[in-house]
């Protein structure tokens, strides 16, 4: 689950990282009111959970509480990246001398937190990471030991950080620390990290990411959730307990497993095509669920074919297969199909899918050649023909 800034910012400055002062509006009126009260010179900022607002005008700055009031209601209602900004954050504006990186996530190779500097920091890091990685200075933090101050201090010279900042740069990165754990995170960064005109390091920017799994022990994090993180098809899936994740291809997946899942998209894209989302659907899933999937993957219209890949354990295959006959009852459709039911109860599954009359496949590399060559548009692959 992703917060947003000014959740984020308000997170960091509870672990003692300095931010800007401010407050967030949902109206034009009341980002003038935040602005008199600041008094000062203001940045108006879209709160929406995407990267990259600064570029797409979601960023700006403002005088005077009129001008924050005009600047805000042009940000209000503005689409970012498809999603519509309902809130601004009005700052008291910075006065930025240069922009630093500061972020943590988990190293999934070392099995150990990673915190990453960078004195290029800004809306540019992407572009550091990939061009010039050597400017970025990582150390890896032992859970059982916490930051250290040393690493701290590694950190801070390693990005050729002034020597009167480096006290204040340890604090915020054992601030942004305790954070990350704090809240169960996955990912907690401070992009930018702003060394001030007046030589004060402040947090400009935030953005946490929550661990999901970790929700149930933090009720006033789980709150924070923004219906608009999600799309309408992600939380139909949440509702119905499946892992999904939209993609951008042209093939729907329908697996049971994480593991094969990842496998399943592997192997769609090795035979050429790509996959349109990720999705399990679990251990043991019913027909309802298995219709909620289907559903879910048919509404996305950019799905050419769909492939069931479906190892039967817990998963009985004939449930699978009586779930993919409700959903298509339902929400008939043309989208060609391929069925990969291996396992428990699979004569049933595929007695049940041959009055479907689906396209079956024996291995998986056969399934995934076929939903490509349906997606394709492959001659006479038309459902029911094959
Ligand atoms: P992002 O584009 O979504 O990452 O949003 P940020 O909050 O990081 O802002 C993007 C950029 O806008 C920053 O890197 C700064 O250069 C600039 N910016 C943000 N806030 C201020 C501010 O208060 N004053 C000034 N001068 N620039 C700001
Ligand atoms: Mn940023």
């Known amino acids: 689950m992703k917060l947003h800034e000014y959740q984020s910012k308000r997170i960091f400055a509870q672990y003692g990282v300095p931010i800007p002062q401010g407050d967030v509006a ?146 915020i990165a054992e601030g942004l620390y305790k954070a990350f754990v704090g809240c169960d995170a996955s990912l907690a960064e401070i992009n930018p990290l702003v060394v001030t005109g007046g030589s004060k390091l402040l947090a400009v920017d935030g ?59 592997d192997i769609t894209k090795l035979y050429g095509g790509a996959p349109a989302n990720f999705l399990d659907i679990g251990g043991g899933a019913q027909a309802d669920k298995v219709a909620a999937a289907l559903r879910i993957i048919l509404s996305d219209p950019h799905v050419k074919a769909v492939l069931f890949n479906i190892f039967g354990g817990i998963t009985r295959c004939d449930e699978v297969a009586k779930g993919i006959l409700e959903a298509l009852r339902e929400v008939p459709t043309c989208v060609p199909m391929v069925a990969r039911l291996v396992g428990t109860n699979e004569e049933q599954g595929r007695q049940i899918l041959a009055e479907a009359r689906m396209a079956t496949a024996a291995t998986l590399a056969e399934a995934a050649q076929k939903a490509v060559a349906a997606a394709h548009g492959a001659h006479g692959f038309a459902r029911g023909e094959l």
């Open 207 to 265: 953005k946490i990411l929550l661990d999901d799994n970790a929700l149930f022990r933090h009720f006033e994090l789980a709150e924070m959730r923004d219906a608009d993180e999600e799309t309408p098809e992600e939380q139909e899936a949440r509702r119905h307990g499946l892992s999904y994740v939209k993609l951008d291809g042209e093939i729907g997946c329908m697996v049971n497993g994480a593991g094969l899942a990842m496998a399943t998209m």
């Open 26 to 171: 949902t109206t034009p009126e009341q980002a003038r009111q935040i602005a008199a009260r600041l008094g000062k010179r203001v940045v108006i900022k879209a709160q929406v959970l995407v990267g990259g607002r600064g570029k797409a005008g979601g960023i700006r700055l403002a005088d005077h509480p009129d001008e924050a009031e005009r600047v805000a209601d042009q940000i209000l209602g503005m689409n970012i990246k498809g999603l519509t900004v309902k809130k601004v954050l009005v700052d008291e504006a910075a006065d930025i001398a240069t922009e630093i990186y500061l972020g943590i996530v988990i190293d999934r190779t070392t099995h150990h937190p990673v915190m990453m500097a960078s004195a290029q920091g800004g809306v540019e890091i992407e572009e550091v990471a990939r061009v010039t990685p050597e400017r970025i200075v990582k150390i890896t933090i032992d859970p059982f030991l916490g930051l250290q101050a040393y690493q701290g201090r590694e950190l801070a010279f390693g990005i050729g950080l002034p020597k009167e900042l480096v006290r204040d740069f340890v604090l």
